[in-house]
């Protein structure tokens, strides 16, 4: 299996991804978080930028991270206009991550799982940190029944494991897809936990 650590392999990814709509569990986390007006909002591994440009449509400031050296060329070929002084852009892998500013709503779409689990406790105490008062945070975690579940460079949560993670922040929704699927990269079993969380 061709490493995920390539860089080639997620510009690949992104190419693939630029006629998909805006991710439905950022869509919701919008709606839960309310309207942006100019509050700041985090994407995490932003990648081909849809979620960064339904944030910033919709009124936010957006810090959007991600670890392809073309992230920023990328994400201001296809920024508006009026995006000026509305986008930060922080290129750099999650591990190396120490701070992030404070934000209204964090949403990390199919990106944490890639996380070293040996590095994913500290970044997930850097994310949390950066949640505001009243805040939303929306995350797609990896199951351990996925079929990539036995990858030790990637991390996988039970359920119970994932509810933990939100210990003191308000679970708004929590969903579970436990099935057969298509991924990138061909076929694969999908265990996977979409949740939304307030820190209320």
């Not at 998909?20 to 919701?28: A, E, I, K, T, Y």
């Not at 991600?66 to 995006?83: C, H, M, Q, V, Y």
């Not at 308000?170 to 897809?177: A, D, R, S, T």
Request: charged residues 20%; glycine residues 10%.
């Amino acid at each position: 299996m061709e490493s995920l650590a390539d860089s080639k392999v997620w510009a690949d990814y992104n190419a693939a991804q630029a006629d998909r709509p805006v991710r439905s569990l950022c869509l919701d986390a919008m709606a839960y978080a309310g309207p942006g007006h100019g509050r700041c909002a985090i994407d995490l591994g932003c990648g081909a930028g849809k979620e960064t440009l339904a944030l910033l449509r919709a009124g936010w400031h957006v810090h959007a991270v991600d670890s392809l050296p073309d992230t920023r060329e990328r994400l201001l070929g296809i920024a508006p206009a009026d995006a000026d002084g509305r986008l930060t852009i922080e290129v750099r892998a999650f591990q190396d991550l120490r701070v992030l500013p404070p934000a209204g709503l964090i949403f990390a779409g199919y990106s944490l799982p890639f996380i070293h689990p040996d590095m994913f406790g500290g970044f997930w105490a850097v994310m949390l940190k950066a949640l505001q008062h009243p805040g939303v945070v929306a995350v797609n975690l990896f199951g351990d029944r996925d079929s990539w579940a036995d990858i030790a460079e990637w991390n996988f949560h039970t359920e119970a494991g994932a509810r933990q993670l939100f210990a003191g922040l308000e679970i708004l929704k929590l969903e579970v897809y436990d099935d057969d699927g298509q991924s990138f990269r061909g076929p694969k079993h999908w265990h996977i936990y979409d949740v939304i969380a307030r820190k209320a």
